[in-house]
Nanobody
Framework: VQLQASGGGLVQAGNSLRLSCAAS????????MGWFRQAPGKEREFVAA????????YYADSVKGRFTISRDSAKNTIYLQMNSLKPEDTAVYYC????????????????????WGQGTQVTVSS
């Protein structure tokens, strides 16, 4: 299973970016998929995820209200719309996928996801 992330770039604070992650039809329709990020010198952290067979979106507190995770089933792609970007959002963003649904208690854990994209750099200047 390959996950192909794209859409990163350099933006000024307050602006927006949309990240894309192309995956298999099965994963986009049935599994948990989401986004993590890793800033220099820090551990990879949870950003947003959802069980795409049904359920609510989950967001890190630091991005709630600014980021939105969504899906285009016809394109087998999930997105991360990032608005009101801040310098502290600067990181490499990774798309993550699981084989099946993930329990609510684990959906924010890196270990719940067995498939990862290559990462896309997001840099927010002040």
């Amino acid at each position: 299973v390959q996950l192909q992330a794209s859409g990163g770039g350099l933006v000024q604070a307050g602006n927006s970016l949309r990240l894309s992650c192309a995956a298999s039809e099965y994963m986009v329709r049935n599994s948990a998929m989401g986004w993590f990020r890793q800033a220099p010198g820090k551990e990879r952290e949870f950003v947003a995820a959802k069980n795409w067979s049904g359920g609510i979106e989950y967001y890190a507190d630091s991005v709630k209200g600014r980021f939105t995770i969504s899906r285009d089933s016809a394109k087998n792609t999930i997105y991360l719309q990032m608005n009101s970007l801040k310098p502290e959002d600067t990181a490499v963003y990774y798309c993550a996928g699981a084989r099946w649904r993930v329990a609510v208690g684990s959906i924010r854990n890196r270990s719940a996801y067995g498939y990862w994209g290559q990462g896309t750099q997001v840099t927010v200047s002040s």
